[in-house]
């Protein structure tokens, strides 16, 4: 009789590596087999019914195995505090060295981080996504990643980690969610909805029930989360024709070449944006008095594709006799150049010469709230 209580035990154990590692129980069999030194589950079945059993330290050999890609199996048969302590150190980060560069690792919504100074490296939730690799970010710093016997020992490491984080999503959703039925159906983790077909809000596209499992629930084409996936495209009209069959990303690799190289060296990148906002800010404080400050923020600011600068002020709101010495000592910093105008904008406020009178916006405010109620009607004042 094969039913013996270590037979089942292995048989348990191999159900835990299937669902870990989402792959078919006749499969996670086999593995255990082939592990304690048997060709296939048959041939282990075949030497049980003739008396062979597993002694203990084969049987702790297989948990090993198994609680390799199978966090939870770490804390069978521990007591309570225990358990709960180890629960709580999950996520938390570790800390180790490779050669003499110190590294922290962690876990972070699914996503496995390992990162030093001056770099660092993550491995996203999904299956297929490439790993992000980010030098150093400041000055002075030379990330150890640059060395290829550094990375792919970093990658192993963050690869290993994420082995676990992916397991413990596995075990903690659903069977069918990741094993399809024979008709390829799958069962959504969040939704609870059944298909062989599935559709990504994110991209518009169609992805089959095997596809979305393999990668937990993310599109194998854009990368879109579980959120995005939905049992049908409810978004498109009725007359809108179906979305196209995934065209998936490159499986996961395991090479030092398959990886995004990201330069986060801190770089000044000057844009039209960024300069205007600078220049700008120089006028305000080429500003003396109210008038000006508002000429300071209404005047037209162009930059060209060269990042020189053109200028336009009202003339109501600024001298035109008046250099910006501050903007144009910004202008000389940044190595462009600066030309001025004045023409005839619209003033804000009638009477602009009113800000001329003080630098005080509260003063400036109260001398034309009463030029409004002596000459004019004022609207919405209180």
Partial sequence: MTDTV???????????????????????????????????????????????????????????????????????ETDPQALQHRFGLMDQAEEGRIGAHPYRLSDMLGDVLIAGEGWCIRIPEAPDATPTVETAGYKGVNSPVHDPAFLREALQIARERSTLARARISTDWPRRSTK????????????????????????????????????????????????????????????AEKPEPVRPRAAENTSVQDVQIVDGTLKLELDAEKISLLIRSALVEDATNASERLGALLAEISVDEENDVWIVFDEDLWPEDKDPVQALAVAELLGIEVDLAITCLTAPFAWPGLGELTSSTTEYTQLMLDAYAQHAAVKNAK
């Fill in 6 to 76: 270590e037979f089942r035990k292995l048989k348990t154990l191999a159900k835990l590596h299937a669902r870990a590692n989402r792959i078919a129980l006749h499969d996670a069999l086999d593995r255990i087999a082939g592990h304690i030194g048997f060709a296939h589950w048959n041939n282990l079945a075949a030497a049980t019914k003739k008396g062979w059993t597993p002694d203990p330290e084969v049987l702790t050999k297989v948990e090993a195995f198994v609680a390799s890609t199978h966090p939870a199996l770490l804390f069978r």
């Fill in 180 to 239: 399809p039925d024979g008709e390829g159906s799958v069962r959504h983790p969040l939704f609870a909805g059944e298909s062989n077909e599935w559709f990504c809000l994110h991209c518009n596209s169609m992805v089959s029930g095997a596809q979305i499992a393999a990668n937990l629930w993310h599109c194998p084409g854009c990368g879109a989360s579980p959120l995005d996936i939905f049992e049908t495209p409810f978004w498109l009209g009725d007359n």
